[in-house]
Every structure is written in structure tokens, then in C-alpha cells.
């Protein structure tokens, strides 16, 4: 179990990080490496490059995590075999539900009425 939860922390660093690299990168399109500078890697276009390369390798990892953390799921929730506690030996009773409900109690007295208010003056 301490596997499990040292790749979940593992996994919500990376997610953390595609978040923040995700962010950081213009909007003009070209993303995830399609294209090539002539500047290098220094630069605007160099950082670019950098940051492409980043969301790449950070999404790859996020989604082999991902399906690591799944498996061992899988593999923590197996169980063994079914077990039963139940007493097989008693009848259960059925309740008659069109039966009407059980009268009030003849003995108990209806409320009594409360005086009326005197008049005000």
C-alpha cells in the first residue's frame, strides 16, 4: 500500500507540472514539437521547443502512472473469495404490506380542546 500512495503523490507532482507547463506556453499553435528554429535553443522559439518537449515527456509519465496506479488498484481490491454470516437457518418474516395499518389503541383518550381566548377589552 505505501507503493500506491508514494505514486499517487508521484503522479499529483507530475499532474502539478503539466499544469504549470501546460500554462506557460503561448497560444499561436505549433505545440508539442511540430516544427523546427534555425535560432537553437536560445531564444524565444528555443524555449518553446523546451516547453513542448516538456508537456510531452510530463504527459507520457502522467498517463504510465496513471495506468500503473490502476493496475495496483486492481490488484489491492481482489478478494479472496465471498463469506457469509448470515444464519440460513431462520425464516424471514414477509411483511403484508396491503394489510390495513394497526388501529389506534382504545384506551387512549382523544386530546382535549384547549379553552377559547377570553375576549380582549
Same mark, same amino acid.
Given at each position: 500500500?505505501? %507503493? @500506491?500512495? @508514494?505514486? *499517487?503523490?508521484?503522479?499529483?507532482?507530475?499532474?502539478?507540472? $503539466?499544469?504549470?507547463? %501546460?500554462?506557460?506556453? &503561448?497560444?499561436?499553435? /505549433? /505545440? $508539442?514539437? +511540430? /516544427?523546427?528554429?534555425?535560432?537553437?535553443?536560445?531564444?524565444? &522559439?528555443?524555449?518553446?521547443? @523546451?516547453?513542448?518537449?516538456? *508537456?510531452?515527456?510530463?504527459? +507520457?509519465?502522467?498517463?504510465?502512472?496513471? +495506468? +500503473?496506479?490502476?493496475?495496483?488498484?486492481? &490488484?489491492?481490491?481482489?478478494?479472496?473469495?465471498?463469506?457469509?454470516?448470515?444464519? &440460513?437457518?431462520?425464516?424471514?418474516?414477509?411483511?403484508?404490506? $396491503?394489510?390495513?395499518?394497526?388501529?389506534?389503541?382504545? /384506551?387512549?383518550? !382523544?386530546? !382535549?380542546?384547549?379553552?377559547?381566548?377570553?375576549?380582549?377589552?
Amino acid at each position: 500500500m505505501s %507503493v @500506491f500512495l @508514494f505514486l *499517487t503523490v508521484i503522479q499529483a507532482l507530475v499532474a502539478a507540472a $503539466l499544469v504549470g507547463v %501546460v500554462l506557460m506556453q &503561448r497560444s499561436e499553435g /505549433g /505545440g $508539442l514539437g +511540430i /516544427g523546427s528554429s534555425p535560432g537553437g535553443a536560445f531564444g524565444a &522559439r528555443g524555449a518553446a521547443d @523546451f516547453l513542448s518537449r516538456s *508537456t510531452k515527456w510530463l504527459a +507520457i509519465a502522467f498517463v504510465t502512472l496513471s +495506468i +500503473i496506479l490502476a493496475a495496483l488498484a486492481v &490488484r489491492e481490491s481482489r478478494v479472496g473469495g465471498v463469506t457469509s454470516t448470515l444464519d &440460513r437457518n431462520v425464516p424471514a418474516a414477509a411483511p403484508d404490506l $396491503l394489510a390495513d395499518p394497526a388501529p389506534a389503541p382504545s /384506551g387512549a383518550a !382523544a386530546p !382535549a380542546e384547549a379553552p377559547a381566548p377570553a375576549p380582549a377589552q
